[in-house]
């Protein structure tokens, strides 16, 4: 069974410096998507970043970055110049044409 | 991005009573909706996906006469949740895609909608 695994349940990082969340997955699809999404306390669902899986360069958005290995079927998530307004769930999800899971989510605490 | 409207953002009922929550896609065509059920400090959970003009496609364990949906429209799907009871209290959210021309569907990015916070009494 396909599934996302994120095995860090809540992460802290002080302002201005650099977290990664951790997210790695199972599938024996060979086409598929990969995503983080971004829940702040207000519970909107907001995406920040995904990932083509037959793409090898690793998709980049400004100070999110992922480190895709497809072979490891790992998929973290690099948050530079962490800000305040970081503060959230992070949610690591895998998509196929027929299937679409959520990992259990990272709480991403920022320290001023 | 796409705008994903859901309403209401929260809704308080008697227990055995019917709540209807939309979902509306305000500036696109959203040929696909799906349902999620998200647990306190849980993630979200898949119940159904609905095609414009066809049945919904209800997750193994999801009860299809509890959770109606129905996709009337292109920028429009509804989730009736019939004979509320306490346990159908959760956060209920729901996100839209459309294909791209050529595309498949799992290139599509999905919109979601604010949430709507069930409390059954």
């Known amino acids: 069974a396909q599934t996302v695994t994120q095995s860090q349940p809540e992460m802290s990082v002080q302002e201005a410096e650099t977290v990664t969340l951790s997210c790695t997955y199972d599938?024996?699809?060979?086409?598929?998507?990969l995503f983080w999404y971004k829940q702040p306390p207000s519970r909107q669902m907001i995406l920040v970043i995904r990932?083509?899986?037959?793409?090898?360069q690793n998709a980049t958005e400004n100070r999110f970055s992922v480190n895709f290995q497809k072979a490891a079927k790992s998929f973290s998530l690099k948050i530079s110049d962490s800000q305040l307004g970081d503060a959230a769930m992070y949610f690591c999800?895998?998509?196929?044409?027929?299937?679409?899971?959520f990992g259990s989510g990272t709480k991403l605490n920022v320290k001023p | 991005g796409a705008v994903v409207s859901q309403h209401p953002s929260r809704v308080i009922c008697k227990s055995g009573t019917s709540v209807k929550i939309e979902c509306r896609s305000l500036?696109?065509?959203?040929?696909?909706m799906f349902w999620y059920r998200q647990f306190p400090k849980q993630s979200l959970m898949l119940m159904a996906t609905?095609?414009?003009?066809?049945?919904?496609?209800?997750e193994q364990g999801v009860e299809k006469d509890k959770f109606l949906i129905n996709h009337a429209s292109l920028t429009l799907s509804t989730l009736t949740v019939t004979s509320a009871h306490p346990e159908d209290s959760s956060f209920y959210i729901c996100?839209?895609?459309?294909?791209?021309?050529?595309?498949?569907?799992?290139?599509?990015?999905?919109?979601f909608g604010a949430g709507t916070r069930l409390s059954v009494l």
């Open positions: 996100s839209a895609t459309s294909l791209a021309s050529g595309g498949s569907l799992a290139k599509n990015i999905q919109y």
């Open positions: 599938t024996s699809e060979s086409d598929y998507y």
């Open positions: 990932q083509e899986a037959y793409k090898q």
């Open positions: 999800a895998y998509r196929s044409v027929r299937e679409f899971y």
């Open positions: 500036d696109f065509q959203a040929t696909t």
């Open positions: 609905s095609n414009e003009g066809s049945k919904a496609t209800y």
